[in-house]
């Protein structure tokens, strides 16, 4: 069960941008599993992918059409396959899919961005893009947007969908934003994919400014188990519809805008982590650098002991001490360190406050949607970063996912 | 249950050393939880401490009395209690432990080396000490090893010794080891402490290279959950009593004799590592460095998703490259990699086996001890680590131990 998160019940059309959503058979029966983006002509495109070293076929594919062209006109993404650890073969599938519908749609292939995600490992079937693009084209409609949050879900408990308008320079901009993933990672079935659409007019180097700035303190401050996927991919469309042009002098609400989607989908992502009962907001201040900051939030975030006492409840402020003291900084002053759980303050100038009582602690760690906040009083930068726990569910399913 | 592990049922009394094990109350009842080694005047001592920042209070301690003092006299061990994230209080309690001994046996205070292992974040008490000290020094004894081993067990579920006798100049060197830990960390319950003790007789300084050496593929070779305890503390005790002197020309040998202790001692700590169904050695090959190679197993070892899969016994290998592939070095060519689990290959330049079948990767997954072996085919350096994996048993040790 995701905590305290529900599926959208209505995503706003973006101008420009038709989806569909069909039944591939691709692994799954009986659902879709097979997704089409279309943006009409003259539109730009941005993207983000996995640093993994070993990343899938159309993860390497889809950098390559996007390097060559930053105005592609269709996303293709399958689920149920990920089309990962499967050499040379793997990119020839990925690049015959990219043709068969470069060809039903008359583009180029590089007009084609391809995504896959499912088990690792398995040699993508081509057969079943061939049956289904067809109808997959008949069927865009800008009304599919929660279709399309359904169709590229894997362990997701719940679709995830974001929408959002802002009034710049009078006129009005539609951004809506579609994500799945059950945490960082699952690699079996890899992993967290993103798309964000709007009908903004910017060019394609703006765009990718605007994506990785926004994707610092979302998709880049969320962990579920320290994996990162062969597959994620997060790619930001604007399709230039609403008649609004985005240069860097009109830039901030936009960019706030974005960055609030995407912080909203991120958020919904942990939210839904395999097995999560817990909302984790882990925020560092104080720090000599946002570098510091990140590296002991994610220590925290990361340690299975602090992981499983957040499962339990169990305000064990002893393992977040001890995940603080083995972050790979230097120079860390233990002795000016202070520590809350919400609002309760545990600790003090490195020193445990007497006033302190456990049932405080407890009442904080009750919750389901917890904040460590950890002050270093060595800086003026901060870091916050949001991860879930560690609890018997995610055992049971990354343990008996194959079997 | 540990993993092909069996308590010692004896272990090797070494001259000079003598033990004791008593029950202290500090926290568990009807138990020894008191131990004190005993080395005869004029022996030398070396230690390994935790590299965690937030150390407990007796590391502090224990650090200091050996940097002024390399022969100590006293060795002084309690169960239950980490006396860890205490403060100053801590530090004076520590100091309070120690003085007690040392006015006791008519020694200084830096004669005493302290330890500690049990819960983080409660102190200390002192009366336990002053009242079970002078029975502990009444029974020491040199046939007293396997009270000591059980005695600074905490979640451990077998005593952890082991004994080897060398011929060095004609002459027998005896070399006996315990340890505790049911992982790199439990920091509830923190942590890893390990006293090897030998009768030969060298120089402080010799005997710190010696053990640094030792530990290097030993200790520092091992990782149950990435979690860096608070009180590790590891010490190598050489009373002198065998009239076996020992220097850089006859070291070899010894040092080959405390390499095979320390091994032996780091593996059974990971045999009976919390909820551990698997001993799992991780081999990484043909790397450019050793820390590079370290850095790809480490980061195999610790993937929880790696782990959950050994649980499984699933030869989900996916994963290990999804590891492999976020390891943080330089350069890795994912198109030279090797990669086989036991004596299976699966992968071969990169590219997976086609003659690979999902039944012999079974065949290795269903046995207890299982090898993964990485050829990166980039260098000619190499390392290996033990680890666990991460089971139901482990989320429950860790999610319910204070309730």
């Known amino acids: 069960m995701p905590v305290n998160l529900q599926a959208p019940t209505s995503l706003l059309a973006v101008k420009g941008i038709t989806l569909s959503a069909v039944e591939a058979n691709i692994r799954y029966k009986d659902r879709n599993d097979l997704v089409l983006i279309e943006m009409s002509e003259g539109g730009t495109a941005a993207g983000v992918f996995t640093?993994?070293?070993?990343?899938?076929?159309?993860?390497?594919?889809?950098r390559q059409h996007l390097s060559e062209n930053t105005s592609p006109r269709y996303l293709l993404i399958n689920a149920g396959n990920a089309n990962a650890g499967t050499g040379e073969k793997g990119l020839n599938h990925a690049k015959q899919t990219c043709s068969i519908l470069s060809e039903l749609a008359g583009v180029n292939r590089h007009d084609v961005l391809p995504f896959s995600t499912g088990v690792i490992g398995e040699q993508l079937p081509v057969a079943p893009f061939k049956a289904s693009l067809p109808s997959a084209l008949e069927q865009l409609s800008e009304d599919n947007w929660i279709l399309a949050a359904e169709g590229i879900m894997?362990?997701?408990t719940v679709a995830k969908g974001v929408s959002k308008q802002i009034e710049i320079d009078g006129k009005t901009v539609t951004i809506t934003g579609i994500a799945k993933g059950s945490g960082m990672i699952e690699p079996n079935m890899a992993t967290l994919l993103a798309y964000v659409a709007c009908d903004a007019s910017i060019e394609a180097e703006l765009l990718q400014q605007v994506l990785n700035d926004a994707v610092a303190d979302?998709?880049?401050?969320?962990?579920?188990d320290a994996d990162t996927s062969t597959n994620d991919s997060l790619v930001l469309l604007a399709s230039g519809r609403s008649g609004v042009i985005i240069t860097e002098n009109n830039r901030d609400d936009f960019q706030q805008a974005i960055n609030a989607v995407c912080?909203?989908?991120?958020?919904?992502?942990?939210?839904?982590?395999?097995?999560?009962?817990?909302?984790?907001?882990?925020?560092?201040?104080?720090?000599p650098s946002r570098a510091y900051a990140r590296e002991i939030a994610y220590t925290v975030a990361r340690s299975p002991l602090v992981k499983t006492a957040l499962f339990a409840s169990d305000p064990n402020w002893g393992r977040i001490l001890m995940a603080i003291g083995r972050s790979n900084v230097d120079d860390l002053d233990v002795s000016k360190l202070s520590l809350w759980l919400g609002n309760t303050q545990l600790l003090a100038a490195g020193e445990p406050?007497?006033?302190y009582r456990e049932?405080?602690?407890?009442?904080?760690?009750?919750?389901?949607?917890?904040?460590?906040?950890?002050?270093?009083?060595?800086?003026?930068?901060?870091?916050?970063?949001w991860t879930s726990d560690l609890s018997h569910e995610y055992v049971t399913i990354n343990?008996?996912?194959?079997s």
């Open 353 to 355: 406050l007497e006033s």
């Open 399 to 402: 343990a008996e996912y194959r």
């Open 51 to 62: 640093l993994n070293k070993f990343c899938a076929a159309p993860v390497n594919l889809c």
């Open 154 to 156: 894997t362990t997701d």
């Open 218 to 224: 979302s998709f880049n401050a969320i962990t579920v």
């Open 263 to 287: 912080q909203q989908l991120a958020q919904a992502i942990i939210r839904d982590a395999e097995g999560a009962t817990k909302f984790v907001t882990i925020e560092v201040e104080s720090a």
């Open 359 to 385: 049932e405080q602690g407890q009442r904080e760690m009750d919750k389901e949607d917890i904040t460590i906040r950890i002050a270093l009083n060595a800086g003026d930068t901060a870091a916050r970063i």
